[in-house]
């Protein structure tokens, strides 16, 4: 079965560093993975995916994330966090033809 | 071009009550799935539509139904409700021929039940 973990349920970040929000998955075969934002009493936003190719996938707003297979994990990145970055970020799996599968979420903050 | 659009957006049932959420997908989309997100956590699959039938399905009740119609919009039923199935519920659409392309969310129904 498929899964998503998510370790960090809050991040912590000032404004103008370097933010990561961490990502692992588990799934059979290989994994197509995503990372949405959520803002609050919004949908989810489609920031970036990791289908084949280079493991360093880079996305929308900035953000960028790094595929590793062996550790199984898919990190999102910002160099500069802003505080308008603050919101509710989620992680997802697919294997081809089945549903996604999302990660509990972590919540990130950037503090001016 | 209209992204996902949901109705309602708010709304208020009791226990025991049914309710519809309907969902109109991305212009060119032709799946739609429905999410459930309860307050603090991930969004939970309930099932997905295709062709006007129920394709996959997460682990709900049959309390919980669809529907897509001809022209790919799509309803969610939840008959005789219960304090918990208060949440955000979601809609996504995609196309079925892409795979594994994104998908893209509407702003939700958020349901309470009393």
């Known amino acids: 079965a498929q899964s998503v973990a998510q370790p960090e349920d809050q991040v912590n970040v000032a404004e103008g560093n370097p933010l990561t929000v961490k990502c692992t998955y588990s799934v059979s075969g290989n994994p197509y993975l995503f990372w949405y934002v959520q803002y609050p009493n919004r949908g989810l936003q489609f920031l970036l995916k990791y289908i084949t190719g280079d493991n360093l996938v880079k996305g929308s707003y900035g953000f960028e994330a790094e595929f590793n297979k062996s550790q199984t994990s898919f990190h999102l990145k910002k160099p500069s966090a802003l505080v308008s970055d603050s919101a509710l970020y989620f992680c997802a799996v697919i294997n081809y033809g089945q549903n996604f599968v999302f990660g509990p979420g972590t919540r990130l903050s950037v503090l001016p | 071009d209209a992204g996902v659009t949901q109705s309602p957006t708010h709304l208020i049932k009791t226990r025991g009550q049914q309710v519809t959420l309907r969902c109109s997908p991305k212009?060119?989309?032709?799946?739609v799935s429905w999410y459930q997100q309860a307050l603090g956590q991930g969004p939970q699959f309930i099932f997905q539509y295709y062709e006007e039938e129920e394709r996959q399905r997460g682990n709900f009740p049959d309390r919980f139904s669809g529907h897509q119609f001809p022209n790919y919009s799509s309803e969610l039923n939840v008959n005789a409700l219960l304090l918990g199935d208060s949440a955000l519920y979601l809609c996504a659409s995609s196309t079925r021929d892409r795979g594994a392309g994104e998908l893209f969310f509407g702003e939700g129904s958020r349901l309470t039940v009393l």
């Open positions: 212009s060119g989309h032709d799946t």
